[in-house]
């Protein structure tokens, strides 16, 4: 198993430009999160998803958007890019049922620079 | 909303040294979760805490979680390099049993050999 994968591994932006992240799992977890990472930030959830079709807002959504049409695959968009979204991204699924306890597995990250 | 507190941001150590980091929350929390990411790396999961009052051991790392279910710890006995990195608290909300989850900042640690 692949585990949790992303793509790009790395990307360069410019401000106003567009961009999305790409996230699948081969787990069949139902829960995914997409998170940023920045110096002394920890890590913050900026959308989520409990099932395919649905989504929800974390901690940090503006200037982001999620789409979760497939189980396996959650998407970040990001429409206009700007300075303040260069940070490394991480995604993470996990099981969505008490059995398992939500551990969450991270992928490997995506770091994006806007310049 | 939830807050979930971490200190120290940093620490130092020689390599044989203790090392304790400390995650506080301002809510009760339904279980806690610590998180090790090494440097350039991702989070990888270490363990999860459910029970007030609740002591894990993992080798040399020893993980508590306060009677109130409101703080958590992790030390490290006898330090190694292989220990450098980022541990991270991360806690879900009471009543909760999964889901979303609040991570502390971090601890980063630094061993010197």
């Known amino acids: 198993n692949a585990g949790v994968t992303q793509t790009p591994k790395f990307r360069v932006l410019k401000t106003g430009q567009s961009m999305t992240l790409l996230c699948a799992q081969d787990?069949?977890?139902?829960?995914m999160y997409w998170y940023r990472q920045d110096p002394g930030m920890g890590l913050r959830l900026i959308h989520y998803s409990v099932g395919e079709g649905t989504t929800a807002k974390g901690e940090v959504p503006d200037g982001y958007n999620v789409s979760r049409l497939k189980k396996q695959n959650f998407l970040l968009g990001l429409e206009s890019a700007a300075p303040s979204q260069t940070s490394v991204y991480f995604c993470?699924?996990?099981?969505?049922?008490?059995?398992?306890?939500?551990?969450?597995?991270f992928g490997p990250g995506t770091r994006l620079t806007v310049l | 909303g939830q807050q979930v507190m971490q200190i120290p941001q940093y620490q130092h150590v020689q390599e044989g040294e203790d090392f304790t980091t400390y995650c506080n929350s301002s809510?009760?929390?339904?279980?806690i979760q610590w998180y090790k990411q090494r440097p350039g790396g991702h989070p990888v999961f270490l363990i999860q805490l459910v029970k007030s009052g609740e002591v894990k051991k993992q080798k040399r790392l020893t993980f508590q979680f306060g009677e109130a279910k409101k703080n958590s710890s992790l030390h490290i006995t006898a330090t190694q390099t292989t220990d450098v990195g980022t541990y991270f608290c991360?806690?879900?909300?009471?009543?909760?049993?999964?889901?979303?989850?609040?991570f502390g900042q971090g601890t980063i640690l630094t061993v010197h050999p």
């Open positions: 991360a806690g879900r909300p009471g009543g909760t049993s999964y889901g979303k989850l609040t």
């Open positions: 787990m069949n977890h139902e829960y």
């Open positions: 809510t009760t929390l339904s279980n």
């Open positions: 993470a699924s996990s099981y969505g049922g008490l059995a398992r306890r939500g551990t969450q597995y």
